[in-house]
């Protein structure tokens, strides 16, 4: 087993190396560095491929080895309530840290960037409310699938774990299948990793070559408040909220997750990470369920650093254009930003569409101020989505506190190296057979998945 884990610590080594040479490569060549972008595309790609599949059991072993349906809808209602909450926060601070700099002064709009505005505003206004409402339904049940839509798989998961509630001991065949299939998945996800240096490469190459260091030269005042203001949300907001709750320490869950987050910075999509934010927060000691409902919710729901990015690229672009927005007008139009950005989360760019859209749809006449953006807006996703998926990472801890389906513990010997994570199956390799069969009525709904959780790899 040590072997195995030595081996992958190697593989983000050289996810690291391969960074720097992409970098390298973006300045001296900028036109290879282009030419290498397929690379980046291709590792997200094979990535997004495996989500689906992945959520699909974990939420169905979760939901279909409960006995109480109720204990579902908890869950899931604590776990939007909380979402909204700090999307309100997040909100709330980056509309302070933006009113205070006052970061768009002095720049000026270009022919050429009103182009690439328009066109990401034609991006931001393929999609309303209610198109993303009916979007959640799809087209056949295994549709989900195929499209690669993570509320479609959600909801498919959930009616499919509900009736396998319902079927008692007939479900059991079923979960057993289930259970294997998911054993299979990850081990294929596990496979997948080891082109990550690869991908790393071809993204950051893409990226430097395509904009080169003069684009970051001009806005870096807007990047440095952007990655400040997120880090303070983490730190100020989550970490004592983490601490105060749940009693775990911030910066032992976010080491905990290192690898995941140098994957997200790798390749700027924190849906990159989703499969191994599942596992890991089960191999940490939430429970299935738990994770099985947040996990998913709060990459289409918790967008705090999306939230963040909304207001400060908004703020940034009224000063900028010579249009400030007065406060009610900030207030209006980020609320309806916030709603319309559900679901894109872990979309590399899908910020930038969504900003576009909102002020296509509230303020025409700031539109054009959104190609000012459009060279960095790569960089700045990288911001939003680190702090995207450890929102998430300290949301699952908190719901699975507040509904008793915590193991701290267990969290305890995760977080200190005593129960390693098995970076080769990304599942526990002593648990050898999946759930049997949904607990009896007199089991508090969580036996299974506790026995699962309290024990250590092999």
């Known amino acids: 087993m040590s072997v195995r884990r030595d081996r992958t610590h190697y593989l983000y080594i050289a996810v690291i190396a391969a960074v720097v040479v992409g970098v390298v490569i973006g300045l001296a060549a900028p036109d290879l560095g282009q030419a290498l972008k397929p690379l980046g595309t291709a590792f997200v790609a094979l990535i997004k491929m495996m989500i689906s599949p992945i959520i699909f059991c974990t939420i169905v072993l979760g939901v279909g080895s409960v006995t109480k349906a109720a204990k579902v809808g908890r869950v899931g209602g604590l776990a939007l309530g909380y979402f909204l909450a700090m999307s309100t926060v997040a909100l709330g601070i980056g509309l302070v840290v933006g009113n205070l700099i006052d970061p768009g002064q002095g720049l000026q709009l270009t022919d050429e960037l009103r182009q690439a505005a328009a066109a990401e505003a034609a991006k931001g206004g393929e999609s309303d409310t209610v198109t993303f409402v009916l979007g959640i339904i799809p087209t056949t049940l295994v549709s989900a699938f195929t499209e690669g839509q993570v509320l479609q798989t959600l909801l498919v998961a959930l009616l499919a ?150 207001t400060m690229a908004t703020l940034f672009i009224a000063s900028a254009t010579g249009a400030p927005l007065a406060m009610g007008e900030q207030l209006s139009l980020l609320v309806f930003m916030m709603i319309a950005s559900k679901g894109a989360a872990g979309v590399t760019g899908a910020g930038l569409a969504t900003l576009a859209g909102g002020l296509q749809s509230h303020r025409p006449d700031l539109v054009d101020g959104v190609g000012l953006i459009v060279g960095i807006d790569r960089f700045m996703s990288e911001a939003r989505a680190l702090t995207n998926f450890a929102g998430n990472a300290v949301a699952t801890v908190l719901i699975g506190t507040w509904t008793g389906e915590f193991d701290r513990t267990r969290a305890t010997e995760v977080l200190s190296g005593r129960a390693p994570f098995d970076e080769t199956t990304l599942l526990d390799e002593h648990d050898d057979s999946p759930p049997a069969s949904p607990p009896s009525a007199e089991q508090d709904g969580r036996g299974a998945d506790r026995d699962r959780e309290v024990m250590s790899p092999a």
């Not at 496979?191 to 970051?216: E, F, K, Q, S, Y």
């Not at 100020?236 to 983490?242: F, I, K």
């Not at 429970?287 to 990459?299: A, F």
Request: with cysteine.
């Open 161 to 310: 774990g509900f009736a396998l509630q319902a079927m008692g001991e007939r479900a059991t065949p079923i979960l057993n299948g289930i259970g294997h299939i998911q054993r299979l998945v990850f081990r294929i996800l596990s496979m997948i990793m080891w082109a990550a240096p690869v991908g790393a490469l071809g993204a950051i190459a893409a990226v430097v070559g395509a904009t080169g260091v003069d684009a970051l030269k001009s806005l870096g005042v807007i990047m440095l408040a952007f990655y400040v203001t997120c880090l303070i949300f983490v730190l100020a907001v989550l970490g004592p909220m983490l601490w105060l709750v749940a009693r775990v320490s911030l910066f032992s869950l976010l080491r905990y997750l290192g690898r995941e987050f140098l994957l997200i910075l790798s390749t700027s999509s924190s849906e990159s990470a989703l499969p191994r934010l599942i596992a890991k927060m089960e191999h940490l000691g939430v429970s299935r369920p738990v994770v099985g409902i947040t996990v998913p919710t709060g990459y289409s729901f918790n967008l705090d650093g999306t939230a963040i990015y909304l």
